[in-house]
């Protein structure tokens, strides 16, 4: 029998558009972290089509775990643990990653571990800082979801709030969208507001009430097309600059604050940042300062980690495999997996 920490976790993701393959060993030492994305393929379409999202999947699945493998200087045999993302995501998608995660589990005969994908987000963080230890408080922004948690230890979580409609990545892919940005529209605004001033517009900041970490961006969203086809109809040229930096200064404004407070409610002094939009450069510096003012402890992942990666999702299965959570060869996706309460 391995010691734990020798012990080699394969990851294995495919939520979305990205096919990704990663080998670590321990539970934090990363020995590969390879990201196929197709983010070229789905621009086109300015957004993510799910069933070309699946074939893709499909196509690169093996290559990607082979790489992966090589990258690591270990074989398929070396591995002890197979960790997959079986939900929140695309049930396509997912599938894939999923069905080979099983089969590569019952022919080298080793556990198998479905891992929500909120959760590896979070473990993301692990990987970049490796002296971060629970507890903290978790900001979890993707293009799916937002929300907060509190990471009592490694398996125990409680959710503080989440959005009720549009995630912050979403909204980001959205108003970029109607700008005429290329998918994904987080980049291209977080760019775009570098040459804008975040004072232009006042755009609504939802639910801005103490105490409560409930989000809701989509009447920002709705606020920032009026606000487009207002001016368009009145022909007054348009600074988008200045649209990008006041869209994103309501969205980050509404993020630091609830992170705060949820901080000051259960005095915890470590704050995680979480998910695709943490590569934020905007957010990242507001979250930053805002920090050092209140003498919490800040960490966000690399920018490699902060989006879809299978490295979150092997350092999550390792703390999972050390507390016996393994699945079975039953394990189905779970498209609207929600992170849920663990543990008091
Ligand atoms: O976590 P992720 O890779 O996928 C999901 O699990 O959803 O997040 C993707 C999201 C997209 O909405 C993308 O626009 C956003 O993260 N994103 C950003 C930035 N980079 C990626 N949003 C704002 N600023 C960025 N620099
Ligand atoms: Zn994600």
């Known amino acids: 029998m391995k010691n734990t920490e020798q012990m080699l976790t394969l990851g294995i993701e495919s939520s979305c558009d990205e096919t990704a393959a990663a080998v670590l060993r321990g539970g934090r030492e990363l020995l590969s972290n390879v990201i196929s994305t197709q983010i070229p393929v789905h621009r086109?379409?300015?957004?993510?089509?799910?069933?070309?999202?699946?074939?893709?999947?499909?196509?690169?699945?093996?290559?990607?775990?082979?790489?992966?493998?090589?990258?690591?200087?270990?074989?398929?045999?070396?591995?002890?643990?197979?960790?997959?993302?079986?939900?929140?995501?695309?049930?396509?998608?997912?599938?894939?990653?999923?069905?080979?995660?099983?089969?590569?589990?019952?022919?080298?005969?080793?556990?198998?571990?479905?891992?929500?994908?909120?959760?590896?987000?979070?473990?993301?963080?692990?990987?970049?800082?490796?002296?971060?230890?629970?507890?903290?408080?978790?900001?979890?922004?993707?293009?799916?979801?937002?929300?907060?948690?509190?990471?009592?230890?490694?398996?125990?979580?409680?959710?503080?709030?989440?959005?009720?409609?549009?995630?912050?990545?979403?909204?980001?892919?959205?108003?970029?969208?109607?700008?005429?940005?290329?998918?994904?529209?987080?980049?291209?605004?977080?760019?775009?507001?570098?040459?804008?001033?975040?004072d232009a517009i006042d755009f609504p900041r939802a639910l801005a009430e103490k105490n409560n970490y409930e989000f809701s961006f989509s009447g920002l969203k709705s606020a920032v097309l009026n606000y487009l086809n207002a001016q368009k109809m009145k022909h007054i040229e348009i600074n988008r600059a200045d649209v990008a930096a006041s869209f994103q200064k309501a969205v980050i404004e509404v993020l630091v604050a609830k992170a705060l407070d949820a901080m000051r409610e259960t005095g915890l002094d470590t704050l995680v940042l979480a998910g695709g939009v943490a590569a934020n450069s905007a957010l990242e510096v507001r979250l930053r300062e805002a920090a050092a003012e209140n003498g919490i402890a800040f960490y966000y992942p690399s920018k490699i980690l902060c989006t879809d990666n299978a490295a979150m999702i092997a350092c999550r299965g390792y703390y999972m495999s050390r507390v016996g959570e393994f699945a079975d060869l039953y394990l189905n996706a779970v498209p609207g997996l929600s992170l849920t309460d663990k543990g008091e």
Do not use: C, W
Request: proline letters at 7%; aromatic letters at 6%; hydrophobic letters at 45%.
């Open 44 to 198: 086109k379409f300015g957004g993510v089509v799910p069933e070309i999202a699946s074939r893709k999947h499909i196509v690169n699945v093996m290559p990607v775990i082979d790489e992966a493998l090589s990258d690591a200087h270990v074989k398929l045999s070396d591995i002890d643990q197979i960790a997959v993302t079986y939900g929140p995501g695309l049930v396509g998608a997912l599938l894939v990653g999923v069905s080979v995660a099983k089969a590569l589990a019952f022919a080298q005969n080793v556990p198998l571990i479905g891992i929500n994908h909120l959760e590896g987000h979070i473990f993301a963080n692990f990987l970049s800082s490796p002296e971060l230890k629970p507890p903290f408080m978790a900001l979890v922004v993707s293009g799916g979801h937002t929300a907060l948690v509190h990471v009592k230890d490694y398996n125990h979580f409680r959710m503080m709030g989440q959005t009720r409609d549009d995630a912050a990545g979403e909204a980001f892919d959205k108003v970029a969208r109607v700008m005429g940005l290329p998918y994904p529209g987080g980049p291209q605004i977080d760019a775009l507001a570098k040459e804008g001033n975040p």
